[in-house]
């Protein structure tokens, strides 16, 4: 079953904006972990974020946890035509340890 | 360098086949997984590893095997019961814990011929 569930599904932007795109979830999570993939390639890791924080940085990257909401975001600044890839958010219950759940993920197209 | 390595990039199976992916890691990682992507959805999980000769079924692991013989590989195979095997599929690692970022291949597509 899904947890995470992303939006917007497809978001396209110029060069030079800001990207945001954000993840829901359905109950307590110990992490919320956000991928990106590139078409046709396996995914890269690319911030995680714990239950008890509620912002983390990663170069351009900005991740928030709202667990009140249970939500989260992903903020991409100054965006490139490299950004371009699918992003997906992906949550490990508070209670499971065992594997992570994925969402549908957002499709980013950055056009130059 | 240290990564996941895929092979091939590239699979045909035909009917009543059996084949067989590939995947090794030099990260020294104890976790290993195979997911499944099929367009527009998520990843599903087929099969995961905690360690050596230990493997679990994930969500979807009807017609896929696993072995775990060594700690660098995870092959799987899908096998002829595996009546819908069209799918790009993805090995990953992880450092001990599920909750730890996982490192992923370049992933196998795997068409019917």
């Known amino acids: 079953s899904q947890q995470g569930e992303e939006d917007p599904q497809a978001l396209s932007i110029q060069e030079g904006e800001n990207a945001t795109m954000n993840c829901s979830y359905k109950?307590?999570?110990?992490?919320l972990q956000w991928y990106r993939q590139n078409s046709g390639r396996g995914l890269v890791h690319l911030i995680l974020?714990?239950?008890n924080e509620r912002e983390k940085h990663s170069g351009r990257l900005r991740v928030t946890l709202d667990t009140s909401k249970k939500s989260s975001s992903l903020l991409i600044t100054a965006s490139r035509a490299a950004d371009t890839a699918s992003y997906f958010c992906?949550?490990?219950?508070?209670?499971?340890?065992?594997?992570?759940?994925w969402g549908l993920g957002t499709s980013l197209a950055v056009n130059p | 360098d240290g990564g996941i390595t895929q092979s091939p990039k590239y699979l045909f199976r035909k009917e009543g086949q059996n084949v067989t992916l590939s995947c090794e890691q030099n990260?020294?990682?104890?976790?290993m997984y195979w997911y499944r992507q099929d367009p527009g959805q998520g990843l599903r999980l087929i099969y995961y590893?905690?360690?050596?000769?230990?493997?679990q079924k994930g969500d979807i692991a009807e017609g896929y095997s696993v072995s775990r013989e060594k700690k660098e590989s995870f092959p799987l195979t899908v096998t002829s019961a595996q009546k819908n095997p069209t799918a790009f599929y993805l090995c990953?690692?992880?450092?001990?814990?599920?909750?730890?970022?996982?490192?992923f291949g370049d992933g196998t597509r795997l068409s019917i011929l």
């Open positions: 990953a690692s992880s450092i001990g814990q599920y909750n730890q970022p996982q490192h």
């Open positions: 990260l020294n990682h104890d976790a």
């Open positions: 590893s905690q360690i050596v000769n230990d493997f």
């Open positions: 109950t307590s999570i110990n992490n």
């Open positions: 974020i714990r239950s």
């Open positions: 992906a949550t490990v219950y508070a209670g499971n340890n065992r594997k992570l759940i």
